[in-house]
């Protein structure tokens, strides 16, 4: 199992990080633009590898999409990150052009690969290389329900005052500040429901942090995050590389699920060897669906922002 993690950064090396500890790949290619940044991440990481037990191999290479051949699941994390005060749509003028420029890329030498794309604004992005590249849907995978769950459940335990491995909770809708739509009706404590142990006003105050997770910690490190990130991106990896069928929320290309059409937003899906093995139809109230439908609306305006 190889895989590749175009943006040598601070999420593409979480990433890779993540990827070759749990020790499913056995080759992990780091690709940045920078001369040198990505040989030099791998070789830093290859250097934990007998202190954390991992046998994966990791190899960083300066913009040669060569070395990435053969990969059968690409994360893509290149374009700028987010600075505080930026919106994730201010990005779509500069990432845009990367992110198409990088899919092509990948999949000339990686025909049958699996894209994942984590690069902001990450719902507009993923539309953008279904769009402008040939892949089937269930290989054009968006990663940001998955983080934005995960702050989720963090605000939940938080909340409850309990260990975060009870907690159980999804976010669908865009990654956005605005457009996420997080299922605190569907949100349970060991199968209980969380309404039984927070109040409707907690809720809702658990919802809203939720929805600013990635501005508050922009705000508090002075650029995007990267360890949760890159935790959510190794899930996925994993889920597809070692086809767990597991269940994440991701963008997706839809076709009439949840009455939307021609847009890529966080629904939940089931990830295997081949990607997206199916969307999850769940049902939502007149509330939910109402958020929805703004959620999608918001993405489709920043997608009328891109150069097709």
Known sequence: MKVTVVGAGAVGASCAEYIAIKDFASEVVILDIKEGYAEGKAMDL??????????TKIVGTT?????TAGSDIAVITSGIPRKPGMTREELIGINAGIVKTVSQSLIEHS????????????????????????????????????LDSARFK?????????PISDVDGMVIGGHSDTGMVPLARHATRNSIKVSEFLSAERLEQVAADTKVGGATLTKLLGTSAWYAPGAAVSGLVQAIACDQHKMFPCSTFLEGEYDLNDICIGVPVILGKNGIERIVDIELDEAEKAKMQESAEGVAKTNGLLQL
């Not at 913009?63 to 070395?67: E, F, G, L």
């Not at 990450?122 to 968006?142: C, Q």
Request: charged share 20%.
């Open 111 to 146: 025909p049958n690969v699996i894209l994942i794309v984590v690069s902001n604004p990450m719902d507009t992005m993923t539309y953008l290389v279904h769009k402008t590249t040939d892949l089937p849907k269930n290989r054009i995978i968006g990663m940001g329900g998955a």
């Open 154 to 162: 963090y605000r939940l335990a938080e909340a409850m005052e309990a």
């Open 46 to 55: 290859m250097q934990t590898a007998s202190l954390n037990g991992f046998d």
């Open 63 to 67: 913009n040669d999409y060569s070395k």
